[in-house]
């Protein structure tokens, strides 16, 4: 049996299956990343669900894998030379999933960079965004008299719909016709900021016919469905 007890985590959220995968995440669309991917390539893993309404991100334990103190972030007790081995930001997560799977990252070195390049805009641009519209639309930040920072997020926010919708206009996936890390890193975004946020009206969803129809086949994946629940609630 792998002994994962060098990990301190492992002492707060202790392994029942130290063989498997360990993910300590939450259903955010940051977490739900990393269990999408992981229900799609059928990896035995052991989901902890962590409370970050509790702060549970900040305590030591959590820390000693993640020193930033954010979901998701996981422990392979099959890593790199067969050792054990941590990981955390839900897009490196993903992309040491598609290479350790061989799955949802194109061989060619062309195809990989240009998927990579996709996981980047969402890193970089979608998720950040989309986060800071929905804290002043829904958030602590409605209350604030001061409305330029919601029209600045809003703004971006259709500027980047726009982006994708022109990238999906003629494909089926991010990446045309297969489906990859780019389209798993984005859906739970997409789908936050029309649910969860609410904000549909405010950046004029029915603008963005391609979206849409790329949002609907992703969330009907049966992986989607699954990985959107994990880790489940107690």
Known sequence: MTDLSAFPITQRWPAA???HLQLYSTPTPNGVKVSIMLEEIGLPYEPHRI???RNETWTE????LNPNGKIPAILDPDGPEGRPFGLFESGAILLYLAEKSGRFL???A???METIQWVMFQMAAIG???GQLGFFHKFAGREYEDKRPLKRYT????????VLDGRLAKRAWLMGDDYTIADIATLGWVRNLIGFYGAGELVGWGRWPAVER???AGLARPAVVRGLEIPAAP
């Open 106 to 108: 194109p061989a060619s």
């Open 128 to 130: 950040p965004m989309f």
């Open 214 to 216: 790329w949002l609907a």
């Open 17 to 19: 299956h130290p063989d």
């Open 110 to 112: 062309a195809g990989r």
């Open 61 to 64: 334990p959590f820390l000693s």
């Open 155 to 162: 703004d971006e926010t259709i500027r980047l719909l726009g």
């Open 51 to 53: 409370d970050i309404g």
